[in-house]
């Protein structure tokens, strides 16, 4: 099993820039992902780095502004966060499972980091 420890949310104004770090310890060799809740709202799905191949995804909403990256000799994984909007306001997650596939089976999550972002 994996441990995993999120930091670096924080209160940014729109157009703003955030990093979000997790920190995992344990059996590292996995795939990760970044999900983030609303309150009174549905977890969803953000970001995926790909065990292996380190290929990437990401969300529609987020394309083009969100980059997930990992650092495999500190064994932490990064979500760089661009271009903030105010509905990118929720309590993020990181996530890891053991497989190849982005979506589904995420089995081990951090306890989450506040990211406001202001209007």
């Known amino acids: 099993q994996v441990q995993l420890v999120e930091s670096g949310g924080g209160l940014v104004q729109a157009g703003g820039s955030l990093r979000l770090s997790c920190a995992a310890s344990g059996r590292t060799d996995a795939t990760y992902g970044w999900f983030r809740q609303a309150p009174g709202k549905e977890r969803e799905f953000v970001a995926a780095?790909?065990?292996?191949?380190?290929?990437?995804y990401y969300a529609d909403s987020v394309k083009g502004r969100f980059t997930i990256s990992r650092d495999n000799a500190k064994n932490t994984v990064y979500l760089q966060m661009n271009s903030l909007k105010p509905e990118d306001t929720a309590v993020y997650y990181c996530?890891?499972?053991?497989?190849?596939?982005?979506?589904?089976?995420?089995?081990?999550w951090g306890q989450g980091t506040q990211v406001t972002v202001s209007s």
């Open positions: 996530a890891a499972k053991y497989g190849t596939l982005w979506y589904g089976g995420y089995d081990y």
């Open positions: 780095i790909i065990w292996g191949s380190f290929r990437t």
